[in-house]
């Protein structure tokens, strides 16, 4: 709990700063926002098995042949979360997150890959297995999904990182759908913690085997404590780079960062995976944004 408390009253300070940060900014935002959606389509994809590298994704999005032949599917996987995830980047401030609302999103998801269960739920006989959990009854989903809608609305006085772990475990046990339920279920994550004034979250593939111990964690005790560890992590990460670019800091490579302070790489390295450092991880490289020379005139 003390854990949680702290990671949660470090993100209040950057969400502060990230605020002040933003004045008259907006076009940068809109970049940061633009530029990151590759990155979140390839990790969710990547979680789910998909073969494409985050480079491959990047040049479907930007309508460049690729060197190798991948299946219609992953073309369509790509093309349509990256539509998703800009959606929602707006939406999200201007709707609420109901029923009517996640079926629409899996609709757009699955559209050309599933035509025959995008946007609906799992019907009576549509039973689906994840690892040696079995999902809940078809019957049940409606009235499970509402009850996590609920819940998460009525806890509005607990901290984010507690709601967004526990909405996003619940929902993944629930697996309404019969495919597609880990990308919208990550895409939910982001659609409330826009919808509440908070940075979009990127999980990582590289965390795969973590977030797949905190689904293990939930169905075998009922516990939270791995995702909440994910969600906090991901959004310090978020609010860190955003802050680096917004703040005008110059951007290095943790490498860099550890010759120019005379500090052990690995030590760096070890500080960044616990975001005890405002450093990020973009495209799968460590950096840390600094205080440039103009910066320190300034303050002098």
Known sequence: MTKVLNIFGKISSLRE?????????????????ETEIAEQVYNSNAIENSTLTLEETEKIL??????RY??????????????????????????????ETILFLHKMLLSNIRDDVAGRFRKNDEWVRIGNHIALDPKQVVEKLEEMLIRYNSASAENIIKRIALLHLTFEHIHPFVDGNGRIGRVINNYLLIREGFVPIN???????????????????????????????????????????LEGREIVT???????????????INK???QTIEAFSEKGVWKIGVTNSRQK????
């Open 62 to 67: 930007l309508q460049i042949d690729l060197d």
């Open 272 to 274: 960044a995976n616990r």
């Open 297 to 300: 005139q300034r303050k002098l």
């Open 254 to 268: 943790l490498a860099d960062y550890a010759k120019r302070n005379k500090i052990s790489h690995s030590n760096v």
């Open 70 to 99: 991948i299946s219609e599917r992953e073309l369509f996987e790509t093309k349509n979360l990256a539509r998703v995830v800009a959606y929602i980047n707006t939406k999200a401030k201007e709707e609420e997150l109901k029923i």
């Open 203 to 245: 999980i990582k593939f590289i965390d795969r085997k973590l977030y797949y111990d905190a689904f293990k964690e939930f169905d075998k005790k009922e516990k939270t404590a791995i995702m909440e560890e994910i969600v906090g992590k991901a959004i310090t990460n978020s609010y860190h780079k955003r802050l680096a670019y």
């Open 17 to 33: 700063r990230y605020y002040k940060a933003i004045a008259k900014k907006q076009s940068l935002l809109k970049l940061l926002s």
